[in-house]
T-cell receptor
Framework: GAVVSQHPSWVICKSGTSVKIECRSLDFQATTMFWYRQFPKQSLMLMATSNEGSKATYEQGVEKDKFLINHASLTLSTLTVTSAHPEDSSFYIC????????????FGDGTRLSIL | GQSLEQPSEVTAVEGAIVQINCTYQTSGFYGLSWYQQHDGGAPTFLSYNALDGLEETGRFSSFLSRSDSYGYLLLQELQMKDSASYFCAVRDYGGATNKLIFGTGTLLAVQP
């Protein structure tokens, strides 16, 4: 069964709306959670890395004020797309890693965000 | 910079064997992973190579050569359900955080 739960699976909203996406690790404590963005027929691009209880580390070119990440517990991270615009429409995928280089990284089912 | 290059598309027939290559250039390297992603779905983990050599898991095998910064995924006895995108990924522990960096992806089309 799924070890990482991501919600909602899809969102359609008007331009200017803020959207929150939740990512939960179900049966393990995720020391690190990752947020990826994927455009059609492209690869997964890492947006940011969040560690529980500390500020997220954003990849170059990702606006931290636009994409707010909170990792308040070892099982929950949230991504808030603030004042979303049509160009923010994409497939957002969270991932959790329990630690250790040999441990696989588990992915949520993704959130398809469409901004009208 | 960091880059992981893969062929963009591969086509093969059912029952055949196909190899998907990955060449990488990253600041740090802690193993090469392979993921499968069906259209609209989440990536699913296939295999991981920390050391040089071949790892076999059922119909899928993965190979790594660290000296050549190269790896491949080998899919045998192809089935229609294997049609998907395949990504290599490197775990980079450079800097303060660890992160999984994905390759450009290969779209595999399996034909009857």
């Amino acid at each position: 069964g799924a070890v990482v739960s991501q919600h909602p699976s899809w969102v359609i909203c008007k331009s200017g709306t803020s959207v929150k996406i939740e990512c939960r690790s179900l049966d393990f404590q995720a020391t690190t959670m990752f947020w990826y963005r994927q455009f059609p027929k492209q690869s997964l691009m890492l947006m940011a890395t969040s560690n529980e209880g500390s500020k997220a580390t954003y990849e170059q070119g990702v606006e931290k004020d636009k994409f707010l990440i909170n990792h308040a517990s070892l099982t929950l991270s949230t991504l808030t797309v603030t004042s979303a615009h049509p160009e923010d429409s994409s497939f957002y995928i969270c991932s959790a890693h329990g630690g250790g280089a040999n441990q696989p990284q588990h992915f949520g089912d993704g959130t398809r965000l469409s901004i009208l | 910079g960091q880059s992981l290059e893969q062929p963009s598309e591969v086509t093969a027939v059912e029952g055949a064997i196909v190899q998907i290559n990955c060449t990488y250039q990253t600041s740090g390297f802690y193993g090469l992973s392979w993921y499968q992603q069906h259209d609209g779905g989440a990536p699913t983990f296939l295999s991981y190579n920390a050391l040089d050599g071949l790892e076999e898991t059922g119909r899928f095998s993965s190979f790594l050569s660290r000296s050549d910064s190269y790896g491949y995924l080998l899919l045998q006895e192809l089935q229609m359900k294997d049609s998907a995108s395949y990504f290599c990924a490197v775990r980079d522990y450079g800097g303060a955080t660890n992160k999984l960096i994905f390759g450009t992806g290969t779209l595999l089309a399996v034909q009857p």
